[in-house]
């Protein structure tokens, strides 16, 4: 993955602030919602959320400039104490000179000089030779290698944006693997922003290991015009003045279909309505609720004939919403 700084745009020294604004703007313009015809979309929007999660992150980004950290979130290799050896790869590979295990040196019995094991033995046992069992020319090694250690990391992370409909009624989707390699997920119905779906061998491969898994953490697309408060949506549903005053039937959207919420006459901007069954599933099978708060709306320019009946019905009936402010 390219440097979490040049995908969203911003130096090293921006502010937290600035990251935020900067990773809103681009994951608003290049959401796949909003690129349907444009099959890169989805790869660019993940790297977008990828990079937001490294340096969106005040203890991740901390670690990243660091150098503990790479771009996908993984630590990196430090190399051994006290040796020349650094910058190798997170999962324990020495880059251009070819993969190596982590192995555990413990003393055995003879001295380490003439009489112990020369160093092809070492070599030889590290690479699969027989020396490193205490097989050559009928010698004990001083040494006895375990490859238990740290070992391989063979796992692969990668994140996985979702809209909140596919989050609450489950979808496939296709994620792209760093490697170019393509797989359908089957993401299932009441995930939550954060929670992994661990696909089994899926990950890296290495000769001689178990290939690791593949993690995707799913992330949640802002929605239009829903909020999401844990399992409930909230909404604000715009009304006319007529509609507040004289009241009335209207259409409220839903994660389903829409739905009719009757308008009680008098109703006054900012009142909200619950709606019982209309919000996510939950971990326990049941269903949030949707909190529809209405928002009075006048309509757009000067509208004189409104103007005359409000200054004759302020003048007939005046009163003071604010008197309790003081």
Known sequence: MRDPYE???????????????????LAKKHHPDNNKNDPKAAARFAEINSANEIIGDEDK?????????????????????????SGGDPRGRAGPSGGFETYTFRSGGG??????????????SMFGGAAGRGARSGRSSPFEFET?????????SV????????????AEKRVRLPSGKELDVKVPPGVVAGQQIRL???????PGHPPGDLLITINIAPHAFFKVEGSDLKVDLPITLY??????????????NAVELSIPKNTSSGRTFRLK????????????????????????????????????????????????LG
Not at 111 to 124: S, T, V
């Open 243 to 256: 509609e507040a005053v004289l009241g009335g039937k209207v259409r409220v959207p839903t994660l389903g």
């Open 200 to 206: 089994k061998g899926q990950g890296e491969t290495a």
């Open 148 to 156: 238990g250690g740290i070992g391989l990391d063979l796992d692969l």
């Open 7 to 25: 995908v969203l745009g911003v130096p090293r020294g921006a502010s937290a602030a600035a990251i935020k604004s900067a990773y809103r703007k």
């Open 277 to 324: 069954g209309k919000g996510l599933p939950t971990a326990g099978g049941g269903t949030g609720d949707l909190f529809v708060t209405t928002r009075i709306m006048l309509p757009d320019g000067n509208d004189a004939e409104l103007e005359a009946l409000m200054q004759k019905w302020r003048d007939r009936h005046p009163y003071n919403p604010r008197s309790d």
């Open 159 to 170: 994140a996985m944006t979702v809209s909140l409909e596919e989050s609450a009624r489950g």
């Open 61 to 85: 980004r901390k670690q990243f400039d660091r150098g503990e950290i790479d771009a996908e979130g993984k630590p990196r290799f430090q190399g051994f104490p006290g040796g020349g050896f």
């Open 111 to 124: 001295p380490a000089g003439a009489g112990g094991a020369a160093f092809e033995d070492i070599l030889n």
